[in-house]
């Protein structure tokens, strides 16, 4: 058998485990909230998902690598549009999700509250 690390199915997982901040873990060591993947009826691998509050760290980060910059340099417009995308992955339905962003945008959390508003405004809701 192919080893693990090595398996087309791992390969092919892999990119989206690390932008999820996820795990990936033997089969055998999987707990019971795990994701077990298989591959023609043989378990390969498994995933251990991010709590989600670390899923929002890492979120963030990869904003900040995606940028080129810490969040808070970004220009007021960008923030902006960083605000809406964060809501769009469900950012704010963590618990602390404003707190967490808007220290990591550098502004208050009723900046961060007002990009919203404005945002669903926009869309009418």
């Not at 873990?25 to 498994?46: C, F, K, Y």
């Not at 709590?51 to 080129?68: F, P, T, V």
Request: aromatic share 4%.
């Amino acid at each position: 058998m192919t080893e693990p690390a090595d398996h087309p199915l791992v390969t092919a997982v892999k990119p989206l485990v690390d932008a999820m901040g996820a795990e990936l873990v033997g089969p055998g060591d999987a707990r019971t909230d795990d994701v077990v993947l298989a591959w023609e009826g043989e378990d390969v691998i498994a995933v251990r998902l991010p709590q989600l509050s670390d899923s929002l760290d890492h979120i963030l980060a990869a904003m900040e690598r995606r940028h080129g910059m810490p969040l808070a340099e970004l220009d007021r417009r960008t923030k902006q549009s960083v605000v809406r995308t964060l809501e769009a992955r469900g950012a704010f339905s963590v618990r602390h999700g404003v707190e967490t962003v808007a220290g990591a945008l550098g502004v208050s959390r009723f900046t961060v509250y007002n990009y919203l508003n404005r945002e669903n405004a926009a869309k009418g809701e």
